[in-house]
Each structure stands twice: as structure tokens, then as C-alpha cells.
């Protein structure tokens, strides 16, 4: 049954920010079992991820992989199955000695998330791995599987003894999203992990925390003086978070159709990226001190109406990606016809604390839009006073400073300058840090950090249930009132959005960024 919950206060920097060895972790002796394993992501990202980890030595010596599923595959058939997503998807180039030592320690075990049986050989095979490759009792179980799902994975983990560590050995879930559809739903979802798993073994997957640009802003905010002092309300108008993709969804109809956009990708990675943007500095970079301050600024969110004036959703109609023809969302293959799922989304929240008060944050993401951007831009206020003629500034806008979390990843600070000349005319510029050019290091990608940090039980780039159950809170209201109120208004495919979405920033004198 459940273990006791005892890492609630372990004193380790996850984040090593002030780690003076720089010595990379290596994970200790382990093994993962993966549910799900012939899906997309597994196949795109998890399994080369898994490689790339070995590729960099950061996997023990015994690492073990089971792959469960319902094909009937032998070792050597998933053996392929996993060297072919290597050789297609992997960040680091492919060498034989490594693979061969991580094939070594790859199976298969054939069966259904309801087939006791199948969970019964699971359970043996973990039990031989543990005497023969030395994985010590301690292993991950990757939830790559619908939610509905769940239930039956983490009961039968329990039934057969497999969430249940001895002394001296850990068991994780490590769970993909989506957590529920609401508040109620991820709610009870969570009731039903925690009763097997305590929180501290439950590792949630928002793959944006573990992007380096989404580190970045605790560095940026953190570590530096100059960014501070005007990181409220006294000098930050409003608050832009873009995630806009060019992707569409084709081939995606079975997860996003009757989902949208704001269940997708606003719930989790955007709320994340608000909580780290708004956040107060947390006593240290401990999972609990970092889970402190992000609870807070959640509870204090909330979603600002008239709905029908501050929020926005579209559906993209066929267009032009570039030179490329492509479908609407209707015309995608296995969606509804007449489906009424959005693909664009856009809110308006504010913050109830001193440091924000007042201060709009505007969340937009989309798909086939314009261009894959994602980022984060502070608009500042106008200064006080300017003692210009209207003329000489008329160019010029808000300062801005600019998170780019992808792509060209980087910072940009936007101010006015001179033009050069005999007259005196002020303009935008940019002052650019771009991480490829001030490093030489390349990022490793979201899913190795997030895999490793769970092997290594680091679990502050981890959402918390509570952090996930708050931000569904902030968003629900919004999907009630969607859900009661028509469709979501369409927009051309390459373009940035319905017209709503500019209305609802014009309506208070603003405009969207065209990053
Ligand atoms: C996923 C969403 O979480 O993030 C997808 O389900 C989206 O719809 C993806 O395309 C984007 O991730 P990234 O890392 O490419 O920005």
C-alpha cells in the first residue's frame, strides 16, 4: 500500500544553480518501465531521450528498459522498434557500443492494462532484472497513456507489489498529461494515484519545465539585479505569454478533438510559465520552497471577465502554411465534421498581489499560426513624462523585455533610440542575447532533463497536484463559459488568430506582439 511521504523536505538544489562541482548527475541503479511505449511520444521523444541519456553516460551501468504493450513482440521485435526511433529522433549522434549496452537491457512483456497475468510477468521480470542487471529494487513507471488509463495501471502496480518499495529502494510514477478536463476530474485523478503512490513518488510531465529557456527565468529573475526593480506593477503594464505553433493536428484527432487549445497546452504549460514569471523569490530552489511560491501566485489568478470581451477561441479553416496548401481543422483526417474543438485560445487573468495588481496577463496559443514562437514579453508602462514633441516619438512604443523560450532562444530588450541624423526622431530598438551565440553548450532536450531529474528523485520541475488542480481552477470558468456560448469563430490557417483575439487587446488600447 501507499509508502510514507519522506522527501517533502530532502535539501537538494535540483536546479543547481549554485552547484559548484558542475559534475553532471548520474542516475543510480534503476529501471523504467514504459506504458505506452508504442505510442508518438514514446517513439519521438521518450525513447530517444532514454538514448541520448546513455549516449552522455548518465544512465548506470545495469539500465533497464520494459516496454509493455499489447503487440506481440519478442525482445528482438522491440529492440528494433526502440533502435529505430533512436536512429530517427536522437539528439546525439548514434554509436554501437552504447546502443548495444542499452539493448542488452531491453524487453517486452505482451498484455493489456486489465490482463492480471501480464501484470504478474511484469512483476517477475522486474524481480530477475533486480538479481541479474543489478537495478536494486528501484524502478519508474512512465504513464504514457490516456488518462482513463490510470486507474488500472497504478492498481495493478499495486496489486503486484510493484508500487510498494522495501527498505532501501524507490518506485515512481512519472504521468503524462492530460491531467483530467477540469478541476473535478484532475482531482479525482489525483485521489486515485495518491492512494497508491504518495505525492513525493508522483513525477507529473510538463515537458515546458524542462526546457532550459523555462530554467532561464528563475536565472534571469534571480540571479540579476537590474531586472527586479521594475518587475511589477508600478512599471509593467500588461503581460504577454505566446505559445504559437505551425503544426496542425493532423493525425491527432483521437487526443485533441473535444479538447482545444486551452486544455492542451494553457492548463499546463502556459499556467507553468505564468506561476515562474510571477512568482515571489522562493527561499532556495527546494522542490518544496519552489512548489511554495508557485502555489501561492496560482491561488491568487484568476480569469477576468466579460468572458465575451477578454478571452478568445478560433478553429483554423484551410489556408496557406507558407508555400504549402493546407486543411482546415473540419477536413482533418478523424475529426468531426462539425466539430466545434478549439485550436486557438486566448484569456485575460490578473494576479491579486501587491507585486501585480492591475496587471493584465494575456495568454494566447494556437495552432497554424503564423509562425512557432513561443514567449513571454513584460510590456512596460510609458515613462511619465517625455520631453519630446509628439512627432519625434510617434515611432516608438512600449519597452519590453522579451523571453524568447523558443525558438532562437534568447532575451530581447526592447527601448527607443535616437535615429541618427541632424534631427532628433526616437525609435524602437532591440538589444538581442541569443543562447547560440553566447554558448557553446547545446541544450539538452526537455524529456532527457525530465527523465534523469525523475530517476535522481528531483522533483522541482515537476508540477505538484495541487499546482495542477489550481490552475485548472483558474481555468474552468472560462470552459463553462465556452461550453455554454456558440463556437469558436474561424480563422485562415497561417494567419495569427481570429479577430476576436485582437479585439479583446484593442478594447484596452493594446496589441499583440507580432513576434
Ligand atoms: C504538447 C501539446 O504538450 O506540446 C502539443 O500537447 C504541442 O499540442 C506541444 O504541439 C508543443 O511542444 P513544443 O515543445 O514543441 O513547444
Redesign the pocket.
Known amino acids: 500500500m501507499a509508502q510514507p511521504d519522506t522527501h517533502e523536505n530532502t535539501p537538494i538544489n535540483p536546479l543547481r544553480l549554485n552547484d559548484d562541482t558542475r559534475l553532471p548527475r548520474i542516475a543510480g541503479p534503476s529501471g523504467l518501465v514504459i506504458f505506452g511505449v508504442t505510442g508518438d511520444l514514446a517513439r519521438k521523444k521518450l525513447l530517444p531521450a532514454l538514448y541520448d541519456l546513455a549516449n552522455r553516460g548518465l544512465l548506470p551501468a545495469g539500465f533497464t528498459l520494459i516496454g509493455f504493450g499489447r503487440r506481440e513482440w519478442s525482445k528482438q521485435d522491440f529492440e528494433g522498434y526502440v533502435r529505430e526511433a533512436v536512429e530517427k529522433s536522437a539528439r546525439t549522434r548514434f554509436n554501437d557500443n552504447v546502443w548495444e549496452r542499452l539493448a542488452e537491457g531491453m524487453h517486452f512483456v505482451q498484455g493489456a492494462f486489465d490482463h492480471d497475468e501480464a501484470f504478474d510477468s511484469l512483476a517477475q521480470l522486474t524481480r530477475e532484472m533486480d538479481a541479474t542487471r543489478g537495478t536494486a529494487g528501484n524502478w519508474a513507471y512512465y504513464l504514457s497513456v490516456p488518462p482513463e488509463y490510470f486507474s488500472d495501471v497504478v492498481n495493478q502496480l499495486d496489486r503486484t507489489g510493484m508500487a510498494t518499495p522495501s527498505e532501501d529502494q524507490w518506485r515512481r510514477v512519472v504521468i503524462e498529461?492530460p491531467f483530467g478536463h477540469d478541476a473535478a476530474s484532475a482531482r479525482e485523478l489525483n485521489e486515485v494515484v495518491n492512494q497508491v503512490f504518495p505525492e513525493s513518488s508522483v513525477f507529473r510531465i510538463d515537458?515546458y519545465l524542462g526546457k532550459e529557456t523555462v530554467q532561464n527565468i528563475l536565472a534571469l529573475r534571480f540571479a540579476n539585479q537590474m531586472f527586479e526593480p521594475i518587475w511589477n506593477a508600478n512599471y509593467i503594464d500588461h503581460v504577454q505569454i505566446t505559445m504559437a505553433?505551425e503544426?496542425g493536428l493532423g493525425g491527432r484527432a483521437g487526443y485533441y478533438d473535444g479538447i482545444g487549445a486551452a486544455r492542451?497546452?494553457i492548463q499546463n504549460?502556459l499556467m507553468q510559465l505564468l506561476a515562474l514569471i510571477a512568482m515571489e523569490e522562493p527561499a532556495s530552489f527546494s522542490p518544496r520552497q519552489l512548489k511554495a511560491e508557485k502555489i501561492k501566485v496560482l491561488r491568487a489568478t484568476y480569469p477576468v471577465g466579460p468572458f465575451d470581451r477578454t478571452t478568445a477561441r478560433g478553429q483554423y479553416t484551410a489556408g496557406w502554411q507558407g508555400s504549402t496548401k493546407v486543411l482546415g481543422l473540419r477536413e482533418e483526417e478523424g475529426f468531426d465534421p462539425a466539430s466545434t474543438t478549439e485550436t486557438f485560445a486566448a484569456c485575460t487573468l490578473q494576479i491579486n498581489s501587491r507585486r501585480w495588481a492591475g496587471v493584465p496577463f494575456y495568454l494566447r496559443t494556437g495552432k497554424r499560426l503564423g509562425r512557432r514562437v513561443?514567449e513571454i514579453a513584460l510590456v512596460l508602462k510609458r515613462p511619465p513624462y517625455q520631453p519630446f514633441q509628439a512627432r519625434q516619438t510617434q515611432s516608438m512604443t512600449n519597452n519590453a523585455v522579451v523571453l524568447r523560450i523558443?525558438p532562437d532562444e534568447g532575451v530581447l530588450m526592447r527601448f527607443g533610440s535616437k535615429v541618427p541624423g541632424s534631427t532628433l526622431e526616437v525609435r524602437d530598438v532591440n538589444m538581442n542575447f541569443s543562447y547560440s551565440e553566447a554558448f557553446t553548450e547545446k541544450s539538452p532536450e526537455?524529456y532527457e532533463r525530465l527523465i534523469l531529474d525523475a530517476l535522481l528523485d528531483e522533483s522541482s520541475l515537476f508540477p505538484t497536484n495541487e499546482e495542477v488542480e489550481y490552475s485548472w481552477d483558474i481555468l474552468d470558468p472560462i470552459l463553462n463559459y465556452w461550453a455554454d456560448n456558440g463556437q469558436p469563430e474561424e480563422y485562415e490557417a497561417g494567419t495569427w488568430g481570429p479577430p476576436s483575439a485582437d479585439r479583446m487587446l484593442a478594447a484596452e488600447g493594446r496589441v499583440w506582439r507580432r513576434p
Open positions: 498529461k515537458h505553433e503544426i492542451d497546452v504549460h513561443t523558443q526537455a
